[in-house]
């Protein structure tokens, strides 16, 4: 059974740090592209952040950019996101989501439905 379980989600103030995990069982990630979505009360669930194969190629939301980073460690078929700086508006269920689909040069997987693998979230919540 193939399962992605993030962890690390809870209440920080407004500036603070958190660090998300997802970790992989089921099958072997180390080959997918890895992703991060959120999704606020009443919005839409939206990209936040990804990560290919090789950890070299990554991309951001622009709502993030400079302020998350995200990582993965094939060994631990385990992805991370650091989150610093957090703000109010980053309050949201944070998802994991893999693909094993292949994309080329700077394309990246942005849309919900290019994924096939999800967790169930993990709530984060920005105090001000």
């Known amino acids: 059974q193939v399962q992605l379980v993030e962890s690390g989600g809870g209440l920080v103030q407004a500036g603070g740090s958190l660090r998300l995990s997802c970790a992989a069982s089921?099958?072997?990630?180390?080959?997918?592209?890895m992703g991060w979505f959120r999704q606020a009360p009443g919005k839409e669930r939206e990209f936040v952040a990804v990560i290919k194969r090789s950890s070299i190629n990554r991309y951001y939301a622009d709502s993030v950019k400079g302020r998350f980073t995200i990582s993965r460690d094939n060994a631990k078929n385990t992805v991370y996101l650091q989150m610093n700086s957090l703000k109010p508006e980053d309050t949201a269920v944070y998802y994991c989501a893999a693909t094993n689909a292949v994309y080329s040069g700077s394309s990246y997987p942005q849309l919900s439905t290019e994924y096939g693998y999800w967790g169930q979230g993990t709530q984060v919540t920005v105090s001000s």
């Open positions: 089921g099958r072997t990630f180390s080959s997918d592209t």
